[in-house]
């Protein structure tokens, strides 16, 4: 092993077991923040077995079975980690499940995790033309790929469900957990590239090295920020969808001039009361204030207004802090951007600049 694939490997191993403890023990952090922890507690180990195994010392050796197959679980972890980040829910018995890939891996190769004698010769030489080993290799390989489809259509849905109907998220959020899953997918397959095509070490090396900097980063932003990746009510929409909807199908039901007459009562209605400064305004609210069915507001808002519910609202609150800066008001943007109804100021300066096409600063500079 070489000198920096060593140093990458202990830095890995410390970093895993620092932020396991503090995402652990702080009591302010989410329950998605201590399912990470007990991810990079698992990274840390994976990181640790390569040195565990080049010591080839006998008191530590015990440890190589149980840990080789370890990262069978990895695409798992990932997918739970990011479903509970957004929504904020906790697991459920059924997430049990996730485990099959690491328990087909413990159960076909049981001798190796109870002997640290055949572990040790397992990973030193793990090519093998047993039909168990050619099952575990597909088992543990096969596992990111399903996994990484999984992250693929549950972030997709995810973010349509929040534009369609949440008034107001960082739209940052999804743009990091796109990043986790290329992240995800490049280190897995520069370890597939690197295992089967008997590529130099300097690809593997690569690899470690980006989940170092992958992981651990999120990692220490969720301690610092443990709502960093928590998409406000989504999981209340998610979970109990209206009745209204799953009974309406798919297709527009109403005519034009119905969708004409809607869409004019709510834009009267929206701006008329300022409903828009509610942060916590969702399809299904702004449907039950105004008195009409949530599969028929949506319909409006996109076949007769050309945009999400998201994009209705935040045109609105945009506009109103527009016309403050028109007005010359010498108030601090992120105060401006809150009473509007902005959640976060991270949110609004994504959301001004795309439907205006400046930086609030800069609006406010060049009207100055």
Request: net charge positive.
């Amino acid at each position: 092993m070489s000198q920096s694939q060593t140093f990458i490997l202990a830095i890995g191993a410390f970093q895993g077991l620092v932020l396991f403890a503090l995402l652990i023990s702080d009591k302010r952090v989410s329950y998605a923040s201590k399912l990470l922890g007990l991810q990079c507690l698992f990274i840390s180990t994976t990181f640790a077995l390569p040195l565990i195994v080049d010591a080839n010392e006998s008191i530590t050796s015990w440890l190589i079975g149980p840990l080789v197959f370890l990262p069978a679980c990895y695409g798992a972890l990932t997918y739970l980690y990011c479903r509970t980040a957004i929504t904020g829910s906790s697991l459920k018995y059924s997430d049990l499940l996730h485990l099959v890939p690491l328990g087909i891996c413990y159960l076909l190769n049981y001798d190796i995790v109870l002997s640290a004698e055949k572990a040790y010769s397992f990973v030193r030489l793990p090519e093998t033309i047993e039909f168990r080993h050619t099952i575990t290799k597909i088992v543990y390989y096969g596992q990111i790929v399903v996994y990484v489809a999984l992250l693929i259509r549950l972030v997709g849905q995810y973010q349509l469900k929040a534009k369609q109907t949440l008034s107001s998220y960082n739209p940052d959020i999804f743009m990091w957990l796109w990043s986790l899953i290329a992240f995800t997918g490049l280190f897995w397959g520069l370890k597939m590239l690197f295992y089967f095509l008997k590529l130099p070490s300097a690809i593997n090396i690569l690899a470690d090295l980006l989940l170092v900097l992958l992981v651990y980063s999120i990692a220490f932003i969720q301690w610092r920020n443990p709502s960093f990746f928590h998409v406000k009510q989504l999981k209340n929409e998610l979970a109990s969808p209206s009745q209204s909807e799953s009974n309406q199908p798919s297709e527009g039901v109403l005519d034009q001039e119905m969708r004409s007459n809607f869409l004019q009562l709510v834009q009267e209605r929206v701006k008329e009361r300022a409903l828009y400064r509610d942060s916590d305004l969702t399809l299904a609210t702004l449907a039950d204030d105004i008195g009409i069915n949530v599969h028929h507001l949506s319909e409006t808002l996109n076949q007769q207004g050309g945009k999400n519910f998201n994009q209705f609202i935040n045109e609105y609150r945009v506009a109103e802090v527009c016309q403050q800066l028109e007005q010359k008001s010498d108030r601090k943007l992120v105060d401006l951007a809150l009473d509007a109804g902005f959640s976060s100021r991270s949110s609004f300066n994504a959301i001004f600049k795309k439907i205006t096409g400046k930086t609030p600063s800069l609006f406010r500079q060049q009207l100055g």
